[in-house]
């Protein structure tokens, strides 16, 4: 069965930093793009970034570049995502995501456009001070 | 980034009449190269994570009812409940992946029974 399993919630102070782990299982992957995206309480989803599994590259949403950074550990088959200096507008569900079997090639950059079949269950990061 | 713009914010529909939702996107989502228009429709219930109804604007996911269908090519693009079941109560989203590195997602549109 193919998963995405999310570490659990986490409490955090304003300026601290929040570590998210995302475990897959049933598929390679090392195979597929991984994602994040976050849902802010009663709001619209944002995607943040990805990672590829295989090399570990990384590319970030604008908005997130100076404060996330998504890595991965191939042995453990969990990628994370660390967010640092926490203000109170991170209070968010926290989502991995993948496409395992819904990706085509961006020709012009050489990464995957994705629609996404497989999501982790969230993990609700809440920040205050 | 390319502005994806969704319509109307909540709609309320009688059970099994029709529902349908707008996505645009203010930048054109079709690859010309193989007329694929790389827009997908997610369906998100309270407390649950989104899931894949349609992809590449009209592809049904394995396992979605047939009422669910997608339409649209270019800059607009609408997903259309033909028949409302109570289970379809939810919050739906459309998202682009045309830019593989700047995936953007609708406003969201809240599904009712009237």
């Known amino acids: 069965q193919m998963q995405l399993v999310q570490s659990g919630a986490e409490m955090k102070k304003t300026g601290s930093s929040v570590k998210v782990s995302c475990k897959a299982s049933g598929y390679t992957f090392t195979y597929r793009y991984l994602h994040w995206v976050r849902q802010a309480p009663g709001q619209a989803l944002e995607w943040m970034g990805w990672i590829t599994p295989f090399n570990g590259n990384t590319y970030y949403a604008q908005k997130f570049q100076d404060r996330v950074t998504i890595s991965r550990d191939r042995s453990m088959s969990t990628a994370y995502m660390e967010l640092n200096s926490l203000k109170s507008d991170d209070t968010a569900m926290y989502y991995c995501?993948?496409?395992?079997?819904?990706?085509?090639?961006?020709?012009?950059?050489?990464?995957?456009?994705?629609?996404?079949?497989?999501w982790g269950q969230g993990t609700l990061v809440t920040v205050s001070s | 980034d390319i502005v994806m713009t969704q319509s109307p914010d909540s709609l309320a529909v009688s059970l099994g009449e029709r529902a349908a939702i707008n996505c645009k996107s203010n930048?054109?989502?079709?690859?010309?190269?193989?007329?694929?228009?790389?827009l997908s429709w997610y369906q998100q219930k309270p407390g649950q994570p989104p899931k894949l109804l349609i992809y590449?604007?009209?592809i049904r996911e394995s396992g979605v009812p047939d009422r669910f269908s997608g339409s649209g090519s270019g800059t607009d693009f609408t997903l259309t409940i033909s028949s409302l079941q109570a289970e379809d109560v939810a919050v739906y989203y459309c998202?682009?992946?045309?830019?593989?590195?700047?995936?953007?997602f609708g406003g969201g549109t809240k599904v009712e029974i009237k």
């Open positions: 998202q682009q992946c045309y830019s593989s590195l700047a995936l953007t």
């Open positions: 995501a993948t496409a395992l079997g819904r990706e085509d090639y961006d020709l012009l950059t050489g990464h995957r456009r994705s629609a996404f079949d497989i």
């Open positions: 590449w604007a009209s």
């Open positions: 930048q054109n989502i079709l690859d010309s190269s193989n007329n694929k228009s790389y």
